[in-house]
């Protein structure tokens, strides 16, 4: 019976192990960030002043906008790594801030990948992550000499104050009426009006963005457990 337990416990790491999402940055990928995205000298972003931090995060923001605005998605079974975003030249929520993401890091920014639900209509954590449809966004967290700053996917939008301070998602989640009155720009979304839970790693709920592009959900595992550390 122990073998038994043992042989399933190690079968269900190896099958979440093979299905993890690999947030890895390739040559392939620094070739395209250095040669399309936004070419600046590689330093220690944290050496940086604050607002040196701010206006290099703009800068790679914008950098992915001027390539694919806001119009259709990548389709499932698809890469979307930083190549693939320049090439289709279009891209959602889902596509941008994978993209985001590489550079940030490349350029040595600590992230995070964000998963939004909405429960405005389900009144459940649970019930909104299995109904298909459900409102969501995805978009990425970036560690600044301040904190927690959310880099938002759709527009070019960062979650500053009035004093240029930044605001995590949970900051917004937990505190939604008076973050709105301290926000430098407004929220860019409903999503963010809303009531909802954010997942931290989840790239994806049907598994069909990163391979092995199956029914497992996509997912970055060392994101994912942070959330609970």
């Not at 940086?48 to 390539?67: A, E, G, P, R």
């Not at 720009?185 to 954010?198: A, G, H, R, W």
């Amino acid at each position: 019976m122990k073998k038994i337990l043992i042989l399933i416990a190690l079968s269900i790491v190896s099958t979440l192990y093979y299905n993890k999402v690999d947030n890895q940055i390739t040559q392939e990928d620094v070739n395209f960030i250095t040669d399309r995205f936004i070419k600046i000298k590689v330093s220690n972003p944290y050496e940086k002043t604050y607002q040196q931090q701010l206006q290099l995060i703009k800068s790679i923001q914008h950098s992915v906008f001027v390539v694919a605005r806001p119009m259709v998605g990548i389709e499932k079974g698809k890469p979307r790594e930083p190549k693939d975003l320049y090439l289709k030249k279009t891209g959602l929520c889902f596509d941008r801030s994978r993209v985001i993401e590489k550079i940030l890091r490349y350029y040595g920014f600590k992230t995070r990948h964000i998963a939004l639900y909405s429960t405005k209509e389900t009144n459940s954590t649970f019930k909104s992550l299995i109904t298909p449809g459900i409102a969501s966004h995805a978009f990425t967290e970036v560690f600044t000499n301040k904190g927690w700053l959310v880099v938002d996917s759709n527009s070019e939008w960062l979650s500053l104050d009035r004093q240029d301070n930044p605001i995590s998602v949970e900051g917004i989640k937990d505190n939604k009426e008076s973050v709105k009155n301290k926000l430098k720009n407004k929220l860019p979304s409903f999503v963010y009006e809303d009531d909802f839970f954010i997942i931290y790693g989840l790239y994806s709920r049907h598994g069909m963005y990163y391979p092995p592009y199956n029914s497992i959900p996509d997912i970055n595992y060392s994101e994912f457990i942070d959330e609970f550390i």
